[in-house]
């Protein structure tokens, strides 16, 4: 089904998945909004996506914040009218052994992970009502960025799994929650993508590397992919769950 006449909004759109992402949803005829903290890379997406025809406003925000975060649902309804599709793709990873790893680590992840993507869910959930109702499409949809970290635990993963482990439970919740009102919820869970995610923190990626070898990894277009073939889905198909691995990784 084409996005066309549809309002998307993308967090983490400053790299990555979430950059992909909104690329590829602006492609599908969606206006985007741009939710990040870093404006200069946003305003550089934003600058390709309208060169390319599109339609692509720019929102910095921090979505820990609670109030920052209903502020940037309501911003990207004031600016484009509705919103049909929310990407919550932002996250941060920050692994290590756990009687080493910084208690402020862990709070950011779970802030970020977590927190972040509930506040925006909770701000964006009666505009997708409402524009379920009268989209042509007669569908909204959320699509949450877990990680196979979601569903299978690992050393030195303690908290990335716990919140990774929460996104994908609570996607399942709020999907048998909302299924007769017309508002899908789907979860995909990436396997190793190349994305700033290793470079968030040093040595991050050392038990990855060493488990992982010479996989050849996916790239933040092939989880896009995903994501458009979730939100593209006619209202009779509801694509619940992706796990998407690289052909190689054990």
């Known amino acids: 089904m084409t996005l066309t006449d549809t309002v998307a909004l993308v967090s983490g759109a400053s790299s990555g998945i979430g950059r992909a992402t909104a690329v590829r949803l602006a492609s599908e005829g969606a206006a985007v909004a741009l939710v990040a903290r870093r404006t200069d890379r946003l305003e550089e997406l934003a600058a390709t996506i309208r060169a390319d025809g599109g339609t692509a406003v720019v929102i910095s925000a921090d979505l820990t914040d609670s109030d920052a975060a209903r502020s940037a649902v309501e911003s990207t309804v004031r600016q484009l009218g509705r919103l049909d599709t929310l990407v919550n793709a932002a996250g941060v990873m920050l692994n290590g052994p756990s009687e080493e790893s910084p208690l402020q680590e862990w709070d950011r992840m779970v802030d970020v992970n977590l ?57 399942e919740a709020w999907r048998q929650e909302y299924t007769t009102r017309n508002v899908r919820f789907a979860v995909i869970e990436p396997g190793r993508t190349a994305s700033e995610l290793f470079d968030q923190k040093a040595n991050s990626d050392r038990d990855f590397t060493a488990a992982f070898g010479d996989v050849e990894v996916l790239e933040s277009e092939d989880i896009a992919d995903a994501v458009a073939y979730i939100v593209t889905s006619p209202r009779r198909r509801a694509i619940n769950e992706i796990v998407i691995r690289p052909t190689d990784q054990p």
């Open 115 to 171: 927190r972040g993507l509930m506040y925006v869910t909770k701000a964006a959930l009666p505009h997708l009502l409402a524009a379920a109702k009268d989209s042509p499409r007669s569908v909204t949809d959320v699509v949450n960025i877990s990680s196979v970290a979601g569903r299978f635990a690992a050393p030195t993963v303690a908290l990335y799994n716990a919140t990774k482990f929460a996104v994908t439970g609570a996607t």
